[in-house]
């Protein structure tokens, strides 16, 4: 496996697949590309401009105009709108739950796989979302899909939030993703589901560590069978 390899990490919201890549990125020395940010990015500053993203021509004008600037290595994913950072404003459950609209519209998601595949070229990537190993890096060397329970993933994500100083209680986070879950799930374009050939890897009981060195173990076996 080259330093152009990919490597994708797909699941649900809070199944741990953010962690897990940028600890891979780190220890392979590839860069981490996280496609949530971009349709958060997408999301944020549609909400801004109330641009309506069902209307075709507006959502055209909007990607005309749109040009963020994206920082990335193996030690994270950063997205700039106007020059300024937006990692606090694209984690917010409003922007959370507009990034799921969004991801449905084939027009946002065209022009986030256009992104991750731009930013892929000549370089080792993991990248992580909801289609990395299905539609937007079928070819990828090695995939892995991670879940867990409903309720470790809530925490997780209200964890999360609430590092942000955003209150909100467990009950209401896993409303959240149990809706962002069935959006994902049955949406028409890119639906969330495990790639073809994905390594399945339930995180509920799994601390970070143990998920990265289960997920190094596959990738050194991917190695040793390739030569």
Known sequence: ???????????????????????????????????????????WETLRRRVDVQDSAALSAFF??????IAFDEA?????IDGREVAQELRTP????????VAAVPQVRRWVTACLRNLARNRGVVAEGRDMGTVVFPE???KFFLTADLATRAARRRDEWQSGQIGIDLEGTMRELATRDRQDETRTVSPLKAPVGAIHIDTTS??????????????RDALARTG
């Open 64 to 69: 005309a105009d749109f040009k963020p600037h």
């Open 94 to 101: 409003e922007v959370s739950q507009a990034s799921s609209r």
């Open 1 to 43: 496996m080259g330093r152009q390899s990919i490597i994708t990490i797909d699941g649900p919201a809070g199944a741990g697949k953010s962690t897990a890549a940028k600890r891979l990125a780190r220890a392979m020395g590839f860069h981490y590309l996280d496609s949530g940010a971009l349709y958060r990015a997408v999301a």
């Open 76 to 80: 994270g994913f950063r997205v700039l």
């Open 140 to 142: 990828a060397e090695v």
């Open 206 to 219: 799994m601390t970070p560590e143990e998920v990265t060195s289960a997920c190094l173990a596959v990738i």
